[in-house]
């Protein structure tokens, strides 16, 4: 049986509007990737060199990386060859369940967030500005509140103009308490009383904004290194996630900046926001390949439950769609 086939089965028994939303969010990469591999099946009449090279330009356009497309490529010719596969429509298939095993495969890290069963949650939430970092966290308070948890948000990024009162307008959209200071104010100091805050009202989950200037590496290294003491010093084991917020329109830059914030702090999961913004969808794979750190959250739209979690197969079946429906 096909990989389209049993991924239809499964789509099909789980017909939920979750699936529905990778389905839309990946239009233009769909549109792209999808409809170029469509063409170069269609061109060929059989499987070999040539064929694998055009596809390997496809897979680049598409930003799934050069070291994954390497490895992908490689897996698909030892793939072809064991099962003796001579027609290139064939070939769709084997590529859809390749991605799902190279976003799988060595899974050090849970893509699951790590909420903690007894006491607060404290996640720290990081990435360059205008990444969509300040809207992730009201996405997600949302998603917390809706789950009956009791949140909190806290106004870290006291740098940026406007970063405080965009966090409020969240707070107060979502219905959620908002610890800030004033602009310009010390991080850690925000950090110290929110957690106060958050222990004293009996908060299930407290989501801290930082500060998101790349120009100098070495104070965000030590602003984030100091941030993350006092939080660790409140509550051992904290911070639980640290969670890289990065904008997929921006796709090889989002790896870049995932390589340096990763050499800044030890980030636990992703959040690509704006998914559905580009025609780019591959860099998913790249940055769970290359970095190793899970992708938790992709944005698929602007509604408030449009960031929904990761999940390998839903992500592809919202890339092949057209295909899978058609899978007999």
């Not at 991080?187 to 106060?196: G, K, L, R, T």
């Not at 590496?217 to 030590?222: D, P, R």
Request: with cysteine; hydrophobic share 40%; charged share 30%.
């Amino acid at each position: 049986m096909s990989f389209f086939k049993k991924l239809k089965e499964k789509i099909t028994k789980s017909t939920d509007t979750v699936t529905e939303k990778f389905k839309e969010g990946l239009t233009k990469t769909r549109d792209s990737f999808s409809g170029k591999v469509n063409d170069l099946v269609a061109r060929y009449r059989k499987v070999d060199e040539d064929f694998f090279e055009e596809l390997e330009e496809i897979l680049i356009q598409a930003d799934v990386g050069f070291e994954t497309v390497m490895e992908l490529i490689d897996e698909l010719k030892m793939e072809v060859k064991r099962r003796n596969i001579q027609d290139p429509r064939e070939v769709q298939s084997v590529i859809s369940e390749k991605l799902v095993d190279i976003y799988n495969a060595g899974e050090e890290q849970s893509s699951q967030l790590n909420i903690q069963k007894d006491g607060l949650t404290v996640m720290l939430f990081v990435g360059v500005n205008g990444v969509g970092k300040t809207t992730t966290i009201g996405k997600l308070s949302y998603k917390f509140k809706n789950e009956g948890k009791k949140v909190m948000l806290a106004a870290g990024d006291t740098f940026r103009a406007g970063a405080i009162e965009q966090l409020e307008v969240w707070g107060e959209r979502v219905g959620v308490d908002v610890i800030k200071q004033a602009e310009g104010s010390d991080p850690a100091a925000v950090m110290f009383d929110a957690i106060s805050a958050a222990k004293s009202r009996q908060a299930d989950i407290l989501l801290c904004d930082t500060a998101g200037r790349l120009q100098n590496k070495v104070n965000l290294m030590k602003e984030l290194e100091k941030v993350k003491r006092v939080i660790e010093r409140e509550i051992p084991g904290a911070p639980h996630e640290v969670i890289l917020v990065l904008d997929a329109t921006t796709g090889q830059n989002a790896l870049i900046q995932a390589k340096t914030f990763k050499e800044v702090t030890n980030v636990s999961g992703i959040v690509l926001s704006k998914l559905d913004g580009t025609a780019k969808g591959g860099i998913v794979l790249a940055i769970r390949n290359e970095l190793k750190i899970p992708v938790k959250f992709v944005g698929l739209g602007e509604k408030m439950d449009d960031l929904q979690e990761f999940d390998a197969e839903r992500y592809v079946y919202g890339l092949f769609a057209d295909e899978v429906e058609k899978a007999e």
